[in-house]
C-alpha cells in the first residue's frame, strides 16, 4: 500500500488478557520502528528491526511485550497478560535503510489500547 | 531519556500570524527533524535537517539549526486553522543512527 497501515485502530481487552496488533509497513522500507504514545506524552522507543540483523529490543518495558517481523515485511506486537497502564497508543513507522538515520520516518495511524 | 524538549508547550495564535516553536537537544547529532501529529495519531514528517544545514525551507515552513547552542527552530508563515496540530521535533538518539528520539511536543492552535 502507500503508506503503513496498523490495525486494529482501536482495542479495549480486559485485564490480563493478550493482545496483538499488528503493521504493515511501506513496501521497500526495511527499517520499522515501535513507539508508544501515552496520553500528553511524547514517544516512547519500544523496538526497531532493519532488515535480517537482530532486533533492538532496548525499549521494551517488560517481558510481557515481545515483537516480530515475517519475511521483513509485516510485524506483530504482542502483549501479554495486559495491565492498565499499558493503554497508550501503539504506533509503528518505516523507512528506508538505515544510512545515518538521515531518513525521515513514516508513521501509521496508530492502534488506541485501553486496558479496563 | 529525553533528547528534544520542544518550547512552549503550548502556543494559541489568530490566523495569518507566524507561529515558533523551539527544540533544544544535548547530544551531538546528524540531523533533526520536525514532525506534526493531528488528534493523537500518527505522526507526519514535516522536515529533516542535516547537522551541516543551517536553515531549510519547505512551502511555509522554515527550519533553523544551531548545532553550537544545540537548538533548532520551526517557523510557520501565514499560519492556517488547519496547521493546529502537536509539532515534536526528534533526533537521532545518542550512540545511534537510527532510534529517533522524540519531545513533548508544541500543541499549536490557530484561531479562525
Known amino acids: 500500500g502507500a503508506g503503513v497501515s496498523q490495525s486494529p485502530s482501536n482495542k479495549v481487552t480486559e485485564k490480563g488478557k493478550d493482545v496483538e496488533l499488528r503493521c504493515d509497513p511501506i513496501?521497500?522500507?526495511?527499517?520499522l520502528y515501535w513507539y508508544r504514545q501515552s496520553l500528553g506524552q511524547g514517544l516512547e522507543f519500544l523496538i526497531y528491526?532493519?532488515?535480517?540483523?537482530?532486533?533492538?529490543k532496548s525499549g521494551l518495558p517488560s517481558d510481557r511485550f515481545s515483537a516480530e517481523r515475517t519475511g521483513g515485511s509485516v510485524s506483530t506486537l504482542t502483549i501479554q497478560r495486559t495491565q492498565q497502564e499499558d493503554s497508550a497508543v501503539y504506533l509503528c513507522?518505516?523507512?528506508?535503510?538505515?544510512?545515518?538515520?538521515?531518513?525521515?520516518?513514516?508513521f501509521g495511524s496508530g492502534t488506541r489500547l485501553t486496558v479496563v | 531519556s529525553q533528547q528534544g524538549e520542544e518550547d512552549p508547550q503550548a502556543l494559541s495564535i489568530q490566523e495569518g500570524e507566524n507561529a515558533t516553536m523551539n527544540c533544544s537537544y544535548k547530544?551531538?547529532?546528524?540531523?533533526l527533524q520536525w514532525y506534526r501529529q493531528n488528534s493523537g495519531r500518527g505522526l507526519v514528517h514535516l522536515i529533516l535537517?542535516?547537522?551541516?544545514?543551517r536553515e531549510k525551507h519547505s512551502g511555509r515552513l522554515r527550519v533553523t539549526l544551531d548545532t553550537s547552542k544545540k537548538s533548532s527552530s520551526l517557523l510557520i508563515t501565514a499560519s492556517r486553522a488547519a496547521d493546529t496540530a502537536s509539532y515534536f521535533c526528534?533526533?537521532?538518539?545518542?550512540?545511534?543512527?537510527?532510534?529517533?528520539?522524540f519531545g513533548k511536543g508544541t500543541l499549536l492552535t490557530v484561531n479562525p
Open positions: 526528534a533526533t537521532p538518539q545518542g550512540g545511534s543512527n537510527y532510534k529517533l528520539t
Open positions: 513507522a518505516s523507512s528506508l535503510a538505515r544510512d545515518r538515520g538521515n531518513y525521515g520516518y513514516t
Open positions: 547530544t551531538s547529532i546528524n540531523n
Open positions: 513496501s521497500g522500507h526495511t527499517a
Open positions: 535537517i542535516r547537522s551541516n544545514e
Open positions: 528491526f532493519q532488515g535480517n540483523s537482530a532486533p533492538d
